[in-house]
């Protein structure tokens, strides 16, 4: 698995500079959002933006900030973020980490991404290989992550549309014999053009596998607005 990332990724590297993309990139978006659910407050971004004039390359990142009710077993800080070399606008080569409140893994993998010129209706792939810097097996310590990342508006009118989106990262081990996690979001509602969207929010978390396996859902209500 190790030496196919590896061979993909220079096969990319060597490609993009020879590469021009012939579309305009979407306009720069930082949509901040609050979710008040059952069993946590949260706060989260997602920030996904060229950084030169051709879409060449560009920054990916997702965060989130929860605070339980009850007890700090119900707190939530994770953030990832990655540098994306681009082939072409929907094939490229990515570079960076995640971490959360226990760890900080470094991480390369690929970005597949599909969508419409608005930006308001795409699908972005992102798998990635992670490792745990002071891991002392590379196939027990090592997370191969398959990120979705979903999003819809259908308008309605002028104004208003439905809006939909899916973020579902599933991490397995290297071996591909053992779920390590699995963390689905939907969100479901309307959305007012120019101010953001609001509706309903759904977050679980699936942790572990076997004996050792956790379920955990929060369920509530999101606002989001664009900066």
Do not use: C
């Amino acid at each position: 698995m190790l030496r196919l990332y590896v061979a993909l990724s220079s096969a990319i590297l060597a490609w993009a500079p020879a590469r021009s993309l012939s579309a305009e990139p979407p306009p720069v978006s930082i949509p901040i959002e609050v979710v008040v659910g059952e069993e946590r407050t949260q706060t989260e971004f997602f920030f996904y933006a060229p950084v030169d004039d051709r879409g060449q390359a560009s920054l990916f990142s997702l965060g989130r900030f929860g605070t339980g009710y009850r007890d700090a077993a119900d707190d939530r800080v994770f953030l990832s973020s990655q540098a994306i070399i681009n082939a072409n606008r929907w094939l490229g080569l990515t570079v960076g980490g995640a971490a959360d409140s226990s760890s900080v893994r470094p991480g390369v993998g690929l970005s597949l991404f599909f969508g419409d010129e608005s930006g308001k209706n795409y699908v972005n792939l992102l798998p990635t290989l992670f490792v745990e810097p002071h891991g002392e097996d590379f196939s027990d310590d090592a997370v191969l992550e398959f990120l979705i990342v979903a999003s819809s508006t259908i308008p309605v009118d002028e104004r208003w549309g439905i809006f939909s989106q899916l973020i579902l990262p599933v991490g397995l081990s290297v071996a591909l014999d053992e779920h390590r996690y699995s963390a689905p979001q939907l969100r479901l509602g309307a959305s007012l053009e120019g101010i953001g969207q609001f509706g309903f929010a759904l977050d679980q978390d699936y942790i572990g596998s076997g004996d050792d396996f956790s379920y955990e859902d929060n369920i509530g209500l999101f606002v989001r607005r664009a900066l």
